[in-house]
């Protein structure tokens, strides 16, 4: 168990918007800063970060919190995991103390998965460093490629002994269980047999973009027919192929830098072009390219530069994925090898400076690239050219931004000697077909919620009152140590039964306001988070007098610390749409404290007594009484009348 005194030197050093920004491109807005949602597929930045309250929000989905909420929700990390992630990001030495038997328990499946892939790790690299056969294969066929140790050790690069079960016995001696062995495709399970998967290979972990081991490519290095060439983690519930790209851990803040990710096929491609200096690369592992992978980088940059091996197969499965990565909206240039070579193979036999230079210089746009390819070929054929013409419109069709793929279309007549004209009316016929296609899907999904909906007949009340109580926690949180001029009704009855009103001014800080409002009327918030911020808010002011937000935001009971979160960050919402380079400028709630504090103070008491009324006129009812205590309702109706008068409106 982690020590008190880690957590809190852990929560001092972390800067969210540092953490953060290891997985989401983000750009400034203002005091705050924006990028893509990482939990939803969005074209428009609906994720806010705050460096001054050390907050997120992710506006698509209504998550947010501090550092530590953000690598649980994305990285699926436990409290504790988040803790340690963050210390040795920090450099923080961290303090535990010792588990019991019932915290242990209560680590997870989905972590013991985790834990047997890091020992995994671990395992093959020091097998591969320190023992005989590990140094006499593995490490000299990594050698033998032309890799530094430097590169070997930045990779976690291993070595699996060949031998039937030798990692399975060591693991099992070491406490972990058989399961998730199985689980994780590190062990085989055959009746009452196990062996070790990667038998023989030269292994590659797979990180997330947090650096955790998700999978393992395993390469075989006899010349066994039989057996597949490379080898891959079976699907689990941590390593899903689809949707995890090799190298991106070891890339990220390099791509985020050069705002561009080059995209390779191989694991050594990866590993060459970072011994060469180039490090914002990263491999889609053999697999076709997938939506996943492509969005995967898009939280990074929105440039994708493609590296296609100089063989034919390898240009048209990458042909494939162009069109997808103009889906998502990206930009995507293309460079091709000479033939017979592939990334790992050029960054081989030329310097680090020819490398750079020939991607700076062999980069091109899609079009460029596909007319290069084909265009020799159909040149003297009419049906062909057409063909690779529509095909290129086909690609432009697939481009969200309507700007962007009319430039494309002008840069295509140009270069295939055709008018524009054909070119916008094939693309409009593709755009129709597409569009009509959607729109038969949405009907679709209408006719489905349609049902849905007429299964709700009832409609959801409106809770009113957990609508004021959270204004009342919105104004604590926000302005709750601001002092403001507020203004006392006294009212005198002379003699004569005649009633004066008289103004009193007087300071006070908005909490302090508010808490003696409710003290007075002895209220209690109906809804239970808000009761526990209030409550935790209540005994700061008793204690030092003053609101400290961070304690808030920082809590262990995560309720109220995304509730907190929750209410700060959607102040700061206005700040993705920059209302103020449309010149529209929204009024500072300073300005209008006093009254906003007023309003949601007799607002809740409007409620409340209107919910009294209602309460007292059922009683009645429910006990059969021919009457009604019209007494006691007339005081509260006149109650409610004067709140009305005092809010402005109109019963």
């Known amino acids: 168990m982690i020590s008190r005194s880690t957590i809190d030197r852990v929560f001092e050093s972390a800067r969210v918007e540092e953490v953060i920004g290891e997985f989401v491109q983000l750009k400034k807005a203002g005091s705050n800063f924006k990028g893509l949602s990482p939990f939803t597929d969005e074209k428009t930045p609906s994720f806010m970060v705050s460096p001054v309250k050390q907050i997120w929000k992710d506006f698509s989905t209504g998550k947010g919190g501090n550092a530590i909420s953000f690598l649980m929700e994305h990285e699926h990390y436990t409290y504790p995991e988040a803790i340690k992630w963050l210390a040795n990001k920090y450099n923080i030495e961290i303090e535990e103390t010792e588990q019991t038997s019932k915290e242990k328990e209560q680590i997870n499946e989905r972590e013991s998965m985790f834990l047997v892939s890091k020992y995994a790790k671990d395992y093959f690299h020091d097998i591969m460093l320190n023992t005989n056969q590990g140094k006499a294969i593995g490490l000299s066929y990594f050698k033998e490629r032309g890799f530094r140790e430097d590169i070997i050790k930045k990779f976690d690069l291993g070595y699996c002994l060949d031998e039937w079960d030798a990692f399975t016995k060591r693991a099992l001696e070491k406490g972990y269980h058989l399961k998730y062995l199985d689980k994780t495709g590190l062990t085989i399970v055959k009746e009452n047999k196990q062996f070790d998967r990667f038998k023989g290979r030269v292994i590659f972990p797979i990180h997330s973009m947090s650096g955790r081991i998700l999978g393992f490519g395993g390469r075989i290095l006899t010349n066994d027919k039989k057996a597949a060439k490379y080898l891959n983690s079976p ?63 898009n939280r ?60 700076d210089n062999s980069a091109q746009d899609f079009i460029n690239f596909k007319v290069s390819l084909l265009l020799e070929d159909a040149q003297q054929d009419p049906v062909k050219k057409a063909s690779l013409i529509r095909d290129i419109v086909t ?48 009907q679709t999904e209408k006719r489905n919620f349609e049902i849905v909906k007429k299964q ?81 808010i209540i005994y700061q002011l008793n204690q030092s007098e003053k609101l400290e937000i961070e304690k808030l935001v920082n809590h262990d009971n995560t309720n109220i610390a995304q509730a907190v979160t929750s209410i700060l960050m959607d102040e700061e919402k206005h700040q993705l749409s920059n209302w103020e380079k449309k010149n529209i400028f929204v009024t500072s709630a300073v300005e209008v404290l006093k009254k906003a504090v007023n309003d949601s103070i007799f607002n809740l008491r409007r409620v409340l007594i209107a919910k009294k009324i209602k309460e007292l006129i059922s009683e009645a009812k429910e006990q059969n009484k021919h009457q009604i205590d019209l007494e006691i309702v007339k005081d509260y109706t006149s109650l409610k009348m004067r709140l009305f008068d005092k809010l402005n409106r109109v019963v």
């Open 235 to 297: 699907e689990s519930e941590i390593y899903h192929k689809s949707k995890i790209l090799y190298g991106i851990y070891q890339a990220k803040k390099e791509i985020a830098k050069q705002n561009n990710c080059f995209l390779v096929e191989g694991y050594t491609d990866v590993i060459s072009f970072h011994q060469s200096g180039i490090e914002n690369v990263v491999a889609s592992s053999g697999t076709a390219l997938t939506p996943e992978q492509i969005r995967l980088i």
């Open 300 to 359: 990074l940059t929105k440039n994708i530069t493609v590296l296609f091996d100089g063989d034919a197969a390898g240009i048209r499965a990458s042909i494939r994925g162009i069109d997808l990565i103009l889906e998502q909206g990206m930009n995507v240039k293309v460079v091709q090898f000479p033939d017979g070579e592939d990334p790992d193979s050029f960054a081989k036999s030329n310097s680090d400076k020819e490398l750079k230079e020939y991607l």
């Open 395 to 442: 690609s432009i069709s697939k481009i969200p931004d309507s700007i962007q793929r009319e430039v494309y279309i002008q840069e295509c007549a140009r270069i295939m000697e055709i008018s524009e004209q054909v070119l916008f009316t094939e693309m409009a016929q593709l755009l129709s077909k597409k569009s009509k296609n959607d729109f038969q899907k949405n």
């Open 456 to 536: 709700e007949v009832q409609l959801k009340e409106v809770n009113q009152l957990s609508i004021l109580e959270k204004e009342i926690i919105r104004l604590l949180l926000l302005y709750g140590n601001e002092e403001v001029d507020f203004i006392e009704e006294i009212i005198n009855t002379d003699e004569d039964g005649k009633v004066t009103i008289t103004n009193r001014k007087y300071k006070n800080t908005v909490s302090s306001e508010i808490y003696l409002h409710l003290q007075d009327d002895e209220i209690e918030f109906t809804n239970e988070t808000f009761q526990e911020i209030y409550n935790e």
